[in-house]
């Protein structure tokens, strides 16, 4: 294990828990992408390990599937060197009947001092951190918010572009179930680019236009000059009733193919935060395009994004000198 390096961020974050990215100042957004970008170059080295965390325990309650986030967090932990805890309703109590708060004061009963928590339901992880004592991180929650997702993909974009203000950014597909979308619009509005909606109206929030975001019910028109192009899955599962005709139809106007995608700048980068449905929302070579697909970079950044948000939330345990 490497020697502790001083890593203690460089100015106070002023919030016990990470439930979303609504409410965050740019400049607590910049500090959790500085923190992160310091362990960008850690991540690509044969020893990946530092010992801040030891001694701190971290408990991962996934209520939801998961595959990328779940291990995301878990690496992050580890290389931080905190001891991580993987709990997933199959193999818990969940199953057994036990409800939310009771497995929040047993799991809070072990004092660990991170709870990384998923749940299908949106406002679930908040009501959650009131009934515990350590600090807790919003893996997603309903479609409400993915605050980890939407940092990760402004780390990617602003390592590519060099900066998020001022870029044009069309956010396209099944927006109405996407905590993705939500935590991205508010960080790139936050952080001063535009953001475009590009999808059918029935996969719309009705009170989309309160967002301040421009809305395309086109993809060649919605792509128009956009500098980034995120694409996002049909969440079948948190769909009840049909909200497209068929699949055929929904990736001939809605896929992202490179007949769609000529509209964009000649520059534009394709996002998506994963798992993809290729054929559905993006075709194949497009996905797999190492020119202008940074899908797997987001999938790197993923971890130190995390490392950022772990390392700052329980700075103040490592450095109570340092808390005002
Ligand atoms: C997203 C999620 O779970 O909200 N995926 C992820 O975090 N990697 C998006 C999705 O499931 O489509």
């Known amino acids: 294990m490497t020697a502790s390096q001083d890593t203690a961020p460089s ?10 990215i609504e409410g965050l100042t740019p400049d607590e957004i910049g500090l959790l992408l500085d923190q992160a970008e310091a362990s960008v170059a850690q991540n690509r080295q044969v020893d990946k390990k530092r010992s801040d965390l030891r001694g701190l325990t971290q408990i991962n309650l996934f209520f939801e599937e998961s595959t990328r986030t ?4 878990e690496l992050a932990g580890k290389r931080l060197g905190a001891d991580v805890i993987n709990m997933s309703v199959a193999t818990s109590s969940i ?10 004061m047993t799991l809070n009963a072990m004092n660990p001092d991170l709870l990384v928590v998923r749940h299908p339901h949106s406002g679930a992880v908040e009501l959650l951190s009131q009934k515990v004592a350590c600090a807790v991180i919003n893996a997603g929650d309903g479609s409400h918010e993915h605050p ?27 927006i109405l179930h996407s905590r993705v979308a939500r935590s991205n619009i508010h960080l790139l509005n936050t952080m001063g680019a535009r953001v475009r909606l590009v999808a059918p109206p029935t996969l719309l929030p009705a009170s989309v236009e309160r967002l301040g975001v421009e809305v395309h019910h086109d993809m060649r028109r919605g792509l128009a000059d956009c500098d980034i192009v995120m694409m996002l899955r049909l969440q079948s599962e948190r ?15 809605w896929g992202l193919d490179y007949d769609k995608l000529a509209s964009a700048r000649p520059d534009a980068l394709i996002m998506h935060p994963g798992p993809m449905n290729r ?19 987001q999938v790197e950044m993923g971890v130190a994004v995390r490392m950022a948000c772990i390392e700052i939330l329980t700075a103040r345990l ?6 005002s």
Do not use: N
Not at 152 to 163: P, V, Y
Not at 279 to 297: F, K, L, N
């Open 11 to 20: 100015r106070p974050f002023p919030h016990r828990h990470l439930l979303g």
């Open 279 to 297: 054929g559905v929302e993006i075709d194949s070579a497009v996905a797999d395009d190492i020119d202008r697909s940074v899908i797997r970079e």
């Open 70 to 73: 779940r291990t995301s967090f």
């Open 95 to 104: 199953k057994k009947g036990e409800t939310l708060i009771d497995t929040a």
């Open 239 to 253: 769909m009840h009733g049909a909200f497209v005709p068929s699949i055929r139809e929904y990736f001939h106007f």
């Open 318 to 323: 490592r450095h109570p000198e340092r808390v």
């Open 148 to 174: 980890t997702q939407a940092l990760l993909d402004a780390l990617t974009i602003r390592r590519r572009k060099g900066r998020l203000s001022g870029l044009l950014v069309a956010i396209c597909g099944d």
